[in-house]
C-alpha cells in the first residue's frame, strides 16, 4: 500500500472507531480549519480554495445541525439556530467573497469547539 493510502485508512479507522464526543470534536476542529484556510484564501483572492473551503465548512455546519438532537437539553434549540444562522453566512460570504463573514463564524465556532472539549473531557473524568 502507497502512503497516501496508508494515511487514508488510518483517517478513516480513526473516524470509525472515535466515540460520539471525539467524533464532534474532530468535527469542530476541522470546521476551524476550513474556516481559518476559507478566510485566508478569500484574503488573497486564491477564489478556488476559498470555495472548497468555505463549502466543506458548509457541510461540517449541516452534519452538525442535523445530528443534533433538540430534545436532548434546553440549549439544543439555540444551537440549532446557531448553525442556521451559520449556514446562511457561510453561504453569503462564499458568494460574496467576505473574508470577514467567515471570521464571524470562527470567532463563534472556537468557543464552541473549546466548551465541547472541556465537556467530554470532564465526561471522561467523571
Request: net charge negative.
Amino acid at each position: 500500500m502507497t502512503a497516501p493510502h496508508l494515511r487514508d485508512r488510518y483517517l478513516q479507522d480513526s473516524i470509525n472507531t472515535a466515540s460520539p464526543g471525539k467524533l464532534l470534536l474532530m468535527l469542530y476542529d476541522r470546521l476551524v480549519l476550513d474556516l481559518m484556510k476559507g478566510e485566508e484564501a478569500l484574503r488573497t483572492d486564491a477564489r478556488e480554495e476559498s470555495n472548497e473551503r468555505l463549502t466543506h465548512a458548509q457541510e461540517i455546519v449541516l452534519e452538525l445541525r442535523t445530528s443534533l438532537d433538540v430534545d436532548a437539553w434546553s440549549g439544543a434549540p439555540a444551537l440549532a439556530n446557531l448553525y442556521g444562522w451559520m449556514l446562511t453566512e457561510l453561504i453569503g460570504a462564499n458568494i460574496g467573497r467576505d473574508a470577514d463573514r467567515v471570521a464571524a463564524c470562527r470567532a463563534l465556532v472556537e468557543p464552541l469547539r473549546d466548551a465541547w472539549r472541556e465537556a467530554a473531557a470532564a465526561a471522561v473524568a467523571g
